[in-house]
């Protein structure tokens, strides 16, 4: 092989080197583009989303001061409810005292 068929071979082999190339980057762009009508789709469902992540964190708020309230209104039956229930073990209580002392006046009389 001479010189020349050297460059040649080589020039060859470097074009088709650079063909090969150019036209991987031409595919990968091909299949990779987006056009504008994906972008404004892609904006729209980015406003979507921002929006509904607001609705979330504000219904999150609405249960969590729900919840607050709930549980102070059940904090405050309870109590209500433990009131209740001493004030009539103690009318119980005064009942039984004086049914006693009711069946000591009938029985000493």
Same mark, same amino acid.
């Given at each position: 092989m001479s010189r020349t068929d050297f460059i040649i071979a080589t020039a060859a082999i470097l *074009? %088709? !080197? *650079? %063909?090969?190339?150019?036209?991987a980057n031409w595919l990968v762009h091909? *299949? $990779?583009?987006? #056009? @504008?009508?994906?972008? #404004? &789709?892609?904006?729209r469902i #980015?406003? +979507?989303l921002h929006e509904a992540e607001e609705t979330r964190d504000e219904a999150i $708020?609405? =249960?969590?001061?729900?919840e607050a309230e =709930? #549980?102070?209104?059940?904090?405050? /039956?309870? @109590? &209500?409810?433990? !009131? /209740?229930?001493?004030?009539l073990?103690? @009318?119980? @209580?005064?009942?039984? +005292?004086?049914? $006693?002392q009711l069946q000591r006046a009938k029985t000493g009389a």
């Open positions: *074009f %088709v !080197a *650079f %063909v090969l190339g150019w036209f091909r *299949f $990779t583009r987006v #056009s @504008a009508r994906d972008v #404004s &789709e892609l904006d #980015s406003q +979507e $708020t609405y =249960l969590q001061q729900r =709930l #549980s102070n209104k059940l904090h405050q /039956t309870e @109590a &209500e409810l433990n !009131a /209740t229930m001493d004030g073990r103690d @009318a119980r @209580a005064e009942v039984e +005292e004086l049914r $006693t």
